[in-house]
């Protein structure tokens, strides 16, 4: 038996609800290793969880991405040896742990060249990046996009992955500063969305035309921003709810505005099968060994101040990456 350090909740709320305490590991099971972790990742998905907005039957850990080490094997794991590294962005939820139990087949082997806590900031918000701008809408080079919180965690990768492209990403940021940081990873343009009006910004720069996507992950609060910005026959990628959930939208609003086009993508069914999983996982890691896409790992708490890290999260003080040392 080995004892893990993890981060629990018994009830949603606020941050406080989590709790950090000691658990005991049964040695792995079938298909199972155990990993100690070294670097958790945090996303804004993990905030939904603990808050409720996506519900999870309690008590229940929280996390779906770590890096770290393999340290036992159970039966029947091939192709995975003890002290392999490792990552995952994938249920089973628990990343907020000093050690756990994985299916094996989940696991991808981080290479030389990447360290575990970028590993742990790239998973999840990479491979995000990546399918949104290859699989839900494939960007191709010359087209403009707009991009909602372009300095946040997924925002950033995919400023650096558009311009790697040739995409001319149009960001959206809260401050100046966050603004700096965007075209600094390369955005062409950034727009202040609490102070300027997106849809008349995204039109004067578009000579008028409009976006054919928008990648929206912050809901409630740029939802019609967002539609406004579209070219006739655009898609709506509404793939957050940073500010809270979209209201329920009829899809008669969709014709006036130019026969648009919705998707609510999930992450989870772009990656569900391995041989595409690892595929996108290793051109990903090869982009940052190469010094294309910088990992951007601004913000680093002890996993015992996880309900810290949350709170900053929320309160849109973070820009970049974020993780957790257990
Ligand atoms: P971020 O680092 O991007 O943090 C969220 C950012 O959203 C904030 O920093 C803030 O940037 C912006 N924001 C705008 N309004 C608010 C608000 N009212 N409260 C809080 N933040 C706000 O997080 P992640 O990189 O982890 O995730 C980005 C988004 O993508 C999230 O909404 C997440 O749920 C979504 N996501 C969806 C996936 C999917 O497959 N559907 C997969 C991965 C992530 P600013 O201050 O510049 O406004």
Redesign the pocket.
């Known amino acids: 038996m080995t004892e893990a350090q993890v981060v629990r909740f018994h009830q949603t709320g606020g941050p406080e609800v989590l709790s950090y305490e000691t658990a005991t590991l049964a040695p792995p099971g079938p298909g199972e290793v155990r990993l100690r972790q070294t670097a958790v990742g945090?996303?804004?998905?993990d905030c939904?969880h603990r808050n409720g907005l996506y519900p999870l039957p309690l008590p229940s850990g929280i996390g779906l991405e770590a890096a770290g080490v393999v340290e036992d094997l159970g039966p029947g794991v091939a192709g995975l040896a003890v002290g392999d590294r490792v990552a995952y962005c994938l249920t089973p939820i628990g990343a907020y742990a000093s050690h756990r139990n994985y299916p094996a087949d989940l696991l991808v082997k981080v290479p030389a060249g990447v360290e575990d806590e970028q590993a742990a900031s790239l998973m999840?918000?990479g491979l995000?990046a990546w399918?949104l701008l290859f699989r839900t809408y494939p960007v191709t080079a010359g087209e403009t996009v707009l991009f909602?919180?372009?300095?946040?965690?997924?925002?950033l990768i995919a400023c650096q992955w558009a311009k790697h492209l040739g995409v001319r990403l149009i960001g959206?940021?809260?401050?100046r500063d966050?603004a700096e940081l965007a075209l600094a990873h390369g955005a062409a343009e950034v727009i202040l969305?609490?102070t300027e009006d997106v849809a008349k910004r995204v039109r004067e720069l578009t000579g008028g035309k409009g976006v054919p996507v928008v990648y929206d992950?912050?809901?409630k609060?740029t939802w019609e921003a967002s539609l406004d910005s579209l070219a006739p026959r655009g898609l709506m990628v509404s793939?957050?709810?940073?500010?809270?959930p979209v209201a329920p939208v009829s899809p008669g609003i969709l014709g006036p505005k130019g026969s648009l086009y919705l998707t609510r993508?999930?992450?989870?069914h772009?990656i569900a099968d391995k041989a595409e999983r690892d595929r996108a996982a290793a051109e990903m890691f090869d982009l940052v060994a190469r010094g294309v896409i910088r990992t951007n790992v601004r913000q680093r708490y002890a996993l015992a101040d996880a309900a810290e890290a949350h709170r900053a999260?929320?309160?849109?003080e973070?820009?970049?990456?974020?993780v957790l040392l257990p």
């Open positions: 945090l996303n804004f998905i939904y999840l918000q995000t399918y909602h919180a372009a300095a946040g965690g997924v925002g959206t940021a809260g401050s966050k969305y609490r992950s912050v809901g609060d793939f957050g709810n940073a500010s809270g993508p999930t992450l989870f772009y999260l929320e309160a849109r973070t820009a970049g990456s974020t």
